[in-house]
């Protein structure tokens, strides 16, 4: 990863891409003063000490709780178990933070920026769950390379609104099925690869 080589060699001004980027990064400004947070006692130390961590942010007990809630729900870092000298200790990974910036950077050639947020939003608020950053790289996919629009997710979203199971599966096969009797500025259908790419997504 390009961000986490610069992040390690202390050349990745991560504060101020957070607080430029909120809205890609689809955070509030609680959560992204906690995940600034995350990252800067990250620096210091990768064992996870929730009450040190929580010292830091200028926040009260129940706004920094949510935020820190809502960013592991979000991917943005995660927490595991790890041996050391046969004591067992919980560990801090920001993996996350650095998989969602790719995915954002590589994005950069969407034509609309605005349309794709609004679409990222409106993908999330109809599968009821909080994006992973490979179901955003299949939507940076759709826009750029099939060309959907804003209107097609919703149409699409229409058709599904009376199906038991919503997901990025279902989408991208409505999708296509609205692609085969609309006429676009890019008329194919998605690739077969597209498609095993999305079936593998669990």
């Given at each position: 990863m390009i961000l986490k080589r610069l992040f390690e060699a202390d050349c990745f001004d991560y504060k101020k891409y957070v607080l430029d980027n909120l809205k890609y990064l689809l955070i509030d400004a609680n959560e992204a003063i906690?995940?600034?947070?995350i990252i800067e006692y990250y620096k210091e130390s990768d064992v996870f000490n929730l009450d040190k961590l929580r010292e830091t942010a200028p926040l009260s007990k129940k706004n920094f709780d949510e935020a820190l809630a809502s960013l592991l729900d979000k991917?943005?870092?995660?927490?595991?178990?790890r041996d050391k000298n046969g004591i067992s200790e919980e560990a801090i990974s920001i993996e996350g933070f650095f998989d969602r910036c790719?995915?954002?950077?590589s994005s950069t050639n969407v034509n609309d920026q605005g349309e794709f947020q609004e679409i990222l939003r409106l993908v999330s608020i109809n599968l009821n769950k909080i994006l992973t950053a490979t179901e955003i790289e299949v939507v940076k996919s759709l826009v750029n390379d099939d060309?959907?629009?804003?209107?097609?997710?919703?149409?699409?979203f229409n058709k599904l609104k009376d199906k038991n199971v919503v997901n990025i599966k279902t989408?991208?096969?409505e999708l296509e099925k609205g692609r085969k009797t609309t006429t676009k500025a890019k008329e194919k259908n998605v690739p077969q690869g597209f498609l095993d790419f999305v079936n593998n997504i669990k």
């Open positions: 906690v995940l600034i947070k991917n943005f870092y995660s927490i595991y178990l790719e995915v954002l950077l060309m959907y629009s804003k209107n097609d997710f919703e149409k699409a989408l991208v096969s």
